[in-house]
């Protein structure tokens, strides 16, 4: 059982940043793949950036509409996945979630066993 805890969120103007964390819980948080996804008002939940669990390669992917804007990374030493986000637009503007699975690569919604509650993110124009 592997809990996942977001936070980062609020409320910020266009064009700036924010880091999103995503802490997990238990002891083996290495062996998790991690993904980040996020659902807009009246829109369904969609992917935004996975990481593949540590080892000797470690790969990340990006939303198309993310890349180049946003970074994944992950401290194992923490428990912990961030979501680096920049030049934040207002169609960025989502309810942001964490999710792990340790058998798949979480990219997409009915993959990951295991998600998180969501961090609030506001992009103002």
């Known amino acids: 059982q592997v809990q996942l805890v977001e936070s980062g969120g609020g409320l910020v103007q266009a064009g700036a940043s924010l880091r999103l964390s995503c802490a997990a819980s238990?002891?083996?948080?290495?062996?998790?793949?991690m993904g980040w996804f996020r659902q807009a008002p009246g829109k369904e939940r969609e992917f935004v950036s996975a990481?593949?669990?540590?080892?000797?390669?470690?790969?990340?992917y990006y939303a198309d509409l993310v890349k180049g804007r946003f970074t994944i990374s992950r401290d194992d030493a923490k428990n912990t996945v961030y979501l680096q986000m920049d030049s934040l637009k207002p169609e960025d503007t989502a309810v942001y979630y964490c999710?792990?699975?340790?058998?798949?690569?979480?990219?997409?919604?009915?993959?990951?066993?295991?998600w998180g509650q969501g961090t609030q993110v506001t992009v103002s124009s």
């Open positions: 990481i593949t669990r540590s080892g000797r390669s470690r790969s990340t």
């Open positions: 999710a792990a699975d340790p058998n798949i690569l979480p990219t997409t919604v009915t993959g990951p066993r295991y």
């Open positions: 238990g002891r083996t948080f290495s062996t998790y793949a």
